[in-house]
């Protein structure tokens, strides 16, 4: 069995370039390259979503150069991915705070976000600026708002209202959540949404996963005994 959402968390870019002396931002270009690679693994093999963490709200606080250099990927990456919707008939969506990103970036996500629309054979979730304490800040505050407005009755509130009101409002929840190059921690990722998911994790930094890679974290997800809080 395939899982249906892969969540992932892409570290090591910066390691994978310091070990080749190279400055951090190549780790990040040969990243973003890798994306591809896995999201056409990921397809191949039946997944229909993929969330990714390209940039969170905790790496503003990296130097400018790497800031800005993860920034002007982001747009490549939704540029290529506009050239490529036809083909990849892949539907987008960025999730994060959008409001303080530039608005270079802010009009290439609405774009893109609108020009794959159309595709639902599989979803990519892009995490830009995204924070899970931050989502579920602005998910309070939504709610707050809808109650105060007449819109929402209190008592109608429950799980499931929570989750319509995040940014990943009707993507399934992943079942497997994936992070490279040694760190066990989650790091403000996917709070609410990763509950019942089943983490992996690697050695292998982000730049070198493999579609190979992909599979063996998927070969132990089967064999791990998935009971959801039951008795066997
Ligand atoms: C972590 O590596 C990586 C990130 C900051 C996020 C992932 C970014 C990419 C894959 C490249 C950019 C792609 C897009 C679409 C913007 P790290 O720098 O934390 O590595 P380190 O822990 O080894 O320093």
Redesign the pocket.
């Known amino acids: 069995m395939v899982p249906k959402h892969i969540a992932i968390i892409?570290?090591?870019?910066?390691?994978?370039a310091k070990k080749r002396g190279l400055p951090?931002t190549a780790?990040?270009i040969k990243?973003?390259k890798n994306?591809d690679t896995i999201a056409r693994a990921i397809k191949a093999l039946g997944v229909k979503y993929l969330t990714i963490?390209?940039?969170s709200t905790e790496?503003w606080s990296r130097p400018d150069d790497e800031v800005k250099k993860?920034m002007d990927?982001?747009d490549e990456?939704l540029t290529k991915a506009l050239k490529n919707a036809e083909k990849n008939k892949m539907r987008i969506r960025v999730i994060g705070d959008k409001s303080n990103l530039e608005k270079r970036l802010q009009d290439r996500i609405k774009e893109v976000e609108e020009e794959t629309s159309k595709y639902d054979e599989t979803y990519l979730q892009?995490a830009f600026n995204y924070g899970s304490r931050d989502e579920i800040t602005r998910m309070t505050k939504k709610i707050a708002s809808d109650v105060k407005s007449g819109n929402l009755d209190v008592d109608d509130i429950n799980e499931d209202t929570v989750s319509s009101y995040l940014d990943t409002k009707d993507i399934p929840d992943p079942d497997l959540m994936i992070r490279t190059?040694g760190e066990e921690r989650i790091s403000n990722y996917l709070l609410w949404q990763l509950a019942y998911a089943e983490f992996i994790f690697t050695e292998v930094?982000?730049p070198e996963f493999s579609p190979k890679n992909l599979e063996e974290a998927i070969e132990e997800f089967n064999n791990r005994n998935r009971r959801f809080g039951r008795a066997e």
């Open positions: 892409m570290d090591g870019n910066g390691r994978w951090r780790g990040h990243g973003a994306i963490y390209a940039f790496n993860l990927l982001f990456y892009v190059s930094p982000w």
